[in-house]
T-cell receptor, first 108, second 113 residues
Framework: RKEVEQDPGPFNVPEGATVAFNCTYSNSASQSFFWYRQDCRKEPKLLMSVYSSGNEDGRFTAQLNRASQYISLLIRDSKLSDSATYLCVVTIPGKLIFGQGTELSVKP | SQTIHQWPATLVQPVGSPLSLECTVEGTSNPNLYWYRQAAGRGLQLLFYSVGIGQISSEVPQNLSASRPQDRQFILSSKKLLLSDSGFYLC????????????FGQGTRLTVV
């Protein structure tokens, strides 16, 4: 079993749609959780951290369920510029483990 | 502010040739340092991580090695490249001793021919 698993995608949605990404992790010792965004042929960049209480940043909402070892990212009112690959990231002592990513394509 | 430099941006190397990729971080001390590889259309695979000078942990046995000769310098090497070593190599750093996010260099796109 992979340490971090994400929806395989790709997700193709129209502008203005709401899209949700899911992620599960296997190591109960995981401490911190993040969502990264990676544009084509570029390095990953931090989108937002994920807290147990849930957190929101504009159109983006992240949720963490430690009991279920589940992380989610919700994007509301999708924009063309949201097209990218979204990576779920989990930290365990000393290292960050990435999911394989879910590709999002927002169409006009 | 902290910055991370990784070079070269692209590299084409013949099979059997050596490799040396360098990464340096500025503006922080004793960072955790990471090397990842991303094959085309795939996720990031952690290759090596380091919590201090001379301290290297290897995640995947392979044709590569890493060294940390200075606090903010991380080097990825190979004595003889294989075709399967082609990929997008990314260096990253995070704050030491904390479960914080990592920040990436711009990556090196390596093609072994």
């Amino acid at each position: 079993r992979k340490e971090v698993e994400q929806d395989p995608g790709p997700f193709n949605v129209p502008e203005g749609a709401t899209v949700a990404f899911n992620c599960t992790y296997s190591n109960s010792a995981s401490q911190s959780f993040f969502w990264y965004r990676q544009d084509c042929r570029k390095e990953p960049k931090l989108l937002m951290s994920v807290y147990s209480s849930g957190n929101e940043d504009g159109r983006f909402t992240a949720q963490l369920n430690r009991a279920s070892q589940y992380i989610s990212l919700l994007i509301r009112d999708s924009k063309l510029s949201d097209s990218a690959t979204y990576l779920c990231v989990v930290t365990i002592p000393g290292k960050l483990i990435f999911g394989q990513g879910t590709e999002l394509s927002v169409k006009p | 502010s902290q910055t991370i430099h990784q070079w070269p941006a692209t590299l084409v190397q013949p099979v059997g040739s050596p490799l040396s990729l360098e990464c340096t971080v500025e503006g922080t001390s004793n960072p955790n340092l990471y090397w990842y590889r991303q094959a085309a259309g795939r996720g990031l695979q952690l290759l090596f991580y380091s919590v201090g000078i001379g301290q290297i942990s290897s995640e995947v046995p392979q044709n590569l090695s890493a060294s940390r000769p200075q606090d903010r310098q991380f080097i990825l090497s190979s004595k003889k490249l294989l075709l399967s070593d082609s990929g997008f190599y990314l260096c990253a750093w995070s704050v030491t001793g904390a479960f914080t996010e990592a920040f990436f260099g711009q990556g090196t796109r390596l093609t072994v021919v």
